[in-house]
């Protein structure tokens, strides 16, 4: 029979987090020796800080709440605007299908080939973030977002569209591949399930957002001004993202200096002197799936998730051509 092992039987006054993540994380002050009293806790006592700040402003763990949750606020909505302008591509199918006189099967590639891609996004952007820095990877990804998304408004042939499509899926996914990123640069490990409840919520409500509104648009407009809407979404994610700031942080070797606001917002402080070399960061994501939990988990969703694509990618088709419903019947 195994016993329990009685509170006190961790004697540390450090934490290292990488090792001691193996394990799992310990946040109960009350199994620390001396009850955790040479450890930061939280103001309340309840849980011992993982990781433990640094005694210096510039940890972004250290930071306001209010400058935390500004930024976690900024993520989720990149986050949302990810499947919110796939779904508006979903709906849009019909009305191209007619103008360029192709068959819908057909108008919907430009539908996969963006999923596509907006699965393969984050395993560029953990890599790169890991790099060059979080906020310069947000802020270039939704550059090209917002200019394919304009192109997708304004393509005059199947063939442009399809290729803004394809760019689009490739960069509009940073704010989901991301996200697990910024929330642990800026918050503790016991605040975690809390905010990434908040983020996924967006992610989550944004392939119904998506199609929901561009039904009405399509019906009482035109299938342009539905990625019109979308590039008015993603100019307002731009000029939010300004208001961002970079959260990769290095306790173990933190920088003399954070630098000043253009060199944190276009990667050249974290580039100078980055953490890993390039090759290491970008091996991450291959490291990372060779992880038996991992994979297990990214084999589940696969099976799980692909049918939840499926169904909101096709409900425009066989709606509209099997039970021959109008598109703002389709939104209703």
Known sequence: MVQEKQPGYLNTTE??????????????PSRYADNAARLKTSPDGRYVLIPQPLDTPDDPLNWSGGKKWA?????????LLADYTGGTAIITVIPQSMQWQLAQATVQRAVVGNLFTIGACGLFVVPLASYF???????????VMLGTCAWSAAATSFRSYLAARIINGFFCSVGQGGA??????LFFFHQHPQVINYVEFSIILSPYLGPLITCFIVTDVSWRWAFWVCTILSGVG??????????????KAPPSSRGNFFTRLFGIQHAKAPRRSFVQCMARPVVAVTKIPVLTILIYYFLNFAWVIGVNTTIGIWLSS??????????M
Request: net charge negative; hydrophobic share 55%; aromatic share 16%.
């Open 15 to 28: 934490i290292d987090e990488e090792p001691e993540a193996l394990e799992g994380y310990i946040v109960d």
């Open 322 to 331: 099997i039970y021959k419903f109008s598109t703002r019947e389709i939104g």
């Open 71 to 79: 930024i976690i606020a900024i993520v989720a909505y990149i986050a």
């Open 133 to 143: 820095g979080r906020w310069p990877v947000i802020l270039f990804f939704q550059c």
């Open 238 to 251: 731009l000029i939010s993202i300004l208001f961002m700031d970079e959260t990769l942080f290095d306790r």
């Open 180 to 185: 697990l990123m910024w929330i642990k640069d």
